[in-house]
Each structure stands twice: as structure tokens, then as C-alpha cells.
């Protein structure tokens, strides 16, 4: 029977080991009597183009790409996403009927989503958004503001320089500030998100100081280990919403689960409660 094909999909990066994608995965095909497995690729630098080429003949519907391969791996599809195209990078490959490789990029879609998720009403040009750092998380996080319709974005970077090539790129709404500026440039913004690895497990705390941050702004950290950054801590105790990074994790998977398995995959309170006691463990 035609619906008993075996689809394969998976997450190639190096390190690997430690992403949350298979369970959420494996969780979704499961649960929609899906017939296949999500796995571990890991691929080392320098082996990217053998292992995409190969994800046809071994049987794969597509992968997700991680570090260090995102942005190497867009040069190696077929074609790309308008999306990925502005980001610079990818993170979903779907290998089509034909044999082509297309590069998609859905942690906008998964940023938008998480925050949508957790505060419904939520606009993009609800005031002055504030952006620490510069990396590829960040790339993601403006294109999508931007898209979703932002009017006013200050980005923020440890390093001066790469704010400002970042902002010379992308254009308007977003412009830089220098990193000194940090703790008075949250004065009357609508939202606060870090995309910078500050507060990540094994990291130390944000250096930001919140005393000019309106308390019904949002802030947004993108990081989901721990589920709650010291940044998150500090805003929450002051009464200001907050988001955490694991809707982003969990709804960036859903449309890739779906070029690849064929159904849009629903993020429910028992799978977001696995998820969370993972990423405790
Ligand atoms: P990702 O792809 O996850 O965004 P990245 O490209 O390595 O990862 O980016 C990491 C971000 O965290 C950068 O903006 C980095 O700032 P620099 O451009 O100055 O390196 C930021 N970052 C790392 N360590 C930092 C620190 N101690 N203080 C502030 N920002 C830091």
C-alpha cells in the first residue's frame, strides 16, 4: 500500500547529539500512525555536500540542517525559499519528487508562531523592538519581525561591527546601536528578544540592566535550555510577559513535518510537557 511507504527524515549537525528534533518527531509520527523514523545525522564539517546528495538514494523525504551547516548547506540546494533566501540560510531540506533539493528556512515561521502562541494579541508594530546580537539565530528573528510588519527594529551586538553590516544589509525597519547603549535603548520599546548565547546553560547571564524597560513589554529569549534564561527571570519578577525558545523549537518542526510526512503536525499540551521534561533532564 502506497500510505505504508517507509519516509525517513532527520537532522544533520555536528555536534548532534543533543537535539530535542527526534522526539518531537518520532512523537508526531507516532501519533498520526505515520510509517517512519526520525534520526540523528551526524555530519562533520566537510562531509556536508556527500551527505545532502545522498539523502535521495537512502530513502530520505528531507532532513533539517543544523550548526555548523546552515549556511553551507543553501549553496548545495536546487532551489531556496524566498524566506531562507533573505536569512542566508537554511534549515529544512525537502527532496522532491524529481530528485531536486529544495532549501527552506522555518525559524521565522517558528518564532512568529511561539509568539503568537503565547500571547495572542501580540503585534509586530505594536512599538520599537530591541534585538541583542547578530548570529544566525538573529538573521531569522529580523526577517520575520520585519516581514510580520515591524516598523521600528534597534539591533544591538557585542561586536559594534556586526550590527551594523547586519542592519546595512536587511535595511529598513532595522538599524544598529552601539552595545553601550544596551540598557538605555529599551526605554518605550513594545518588545525585547536576545538571540545572543548569554544565559544559555553553561553560558553566564545577559549583562543588561532592564531599569528602563516599559514592564508591559515583552521579552522574548530564544534560547530553551534552561526553559528560563536569567533574563526571563529578572523580566518575569518585574511583571513584564515573556516567551521562552521552545515554541520556537517546537513550531519551526511543523512545516517541515509536513513536506515531508504529508500532514501539518499540532503541538499539544502533552507533547510541549515532554518536551519541557527533557530539556530539564
Ligand atoms: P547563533 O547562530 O546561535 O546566533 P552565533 O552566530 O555564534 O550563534 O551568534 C552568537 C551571538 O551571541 C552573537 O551575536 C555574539 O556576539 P558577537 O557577534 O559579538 O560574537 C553573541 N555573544 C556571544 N557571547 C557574548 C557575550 N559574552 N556577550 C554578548 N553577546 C555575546
Known amino acids: 500500500m502506497a500510505d505504508k511507504k517507509f519516509v525517513l ?18 512523537h508526531w509520527l507516532k501519533k498520526y500512525k505515520l510509517n517512519g523514523a526520525y534520526v540523528l545525522l551526524p555530519v562533520q564539517p566537510g562531509r556536508l555536500t556527500d551527505a545532502v546528495r545522498g539523502l535521495g538514494a537512502l530513502g530520505f523525504a528531507g532532513c533539517n540542517v543544523t550548526l555548523p551547516h546552515k549556511v553551507e548547506a543553501m549553496a548545495l540546494m536546487d532551489s531556496v525559499a524566498p524566506m531562507a533566501r533573505k536569512i542566508g540560510a537554511i534549515n529544512t531540506v ?14 521565522g515561521f517558528g518564532y512568529i508562531a511561539s509568539l503568537l502562541e503565547a500571547h495572542p494579541a501580540w503585534h509586530a508594530d505594536a512599538g520599537p523592538i530591541a534585538v541583542l546580537g547578530a548570529g544566525g539565530a538573529a538573521r531569522a528573528v529580523l526577517v ?5 510588519g515591524a516598523k521600528d527594529i534597534r539591533l544591538l551586538n557585542r561586536t559594534d561591527t ?25 526605554a518605550n520599546v513594545a518588545m ?20 528602563t524597560l516599559p514592564r508591559d513589554a515583552l521579552v522574548s529569549d530564544i534560547i530553551y535550555v534552561p526553559l528560563e534564561t536569567p533574563l526571563l527571570a529578572q523580566a518575569r519578577a518585574r511583571g513584564n510577559p515573556t516567551v521562552n525558545g521552545l515554541g520556537m523549537l517546537m513550531n519551526q518542526a511543523r512545516p517541515a513535518f509536513e513536506a515531508w510526512f504529508g500532514v501539518m503536525p499540532d503541538i499539544t499540551p502533552e507533547l510541549r510537557q515532554a518536551m519541557e521534561t527533557s530539556v530539564r533532564a
Open 9 to 26: 527524515a532527520g537532522v544533520m549537525g555536528w555536534p548532534v547529539g543533543h537535539s530535542r528534533s527526534p522526539l518531537l518527531h518520532n
Open 94 to 107: 525537502v527532496v522532491q519528487p524529481d530528485g531536486s533539493l529544495h532549501g527552506t528556512n522555518n525559524d
Open 144 to 148: 520575520a519581525l520585519a516581514e510580520r
Open 162 to 186: 556586526k550590527a551594523l553590516e547586519l542592519a546595512a544589509e536587511l535595511g529598513a525597519p532595522v538599524t544598529a546601536l552601539p552595545w553601550d547603549v544596551r540598557h538605555d535603548a529599551l
Open 192 to 211: 525585547l528578544v536576545n538571540t545572543t548565547s548569554q544565559g544559555m546553560h553553561g553560558n553566564p547571564a545577559l549583562d543588561l540592566d532592564l531599569h
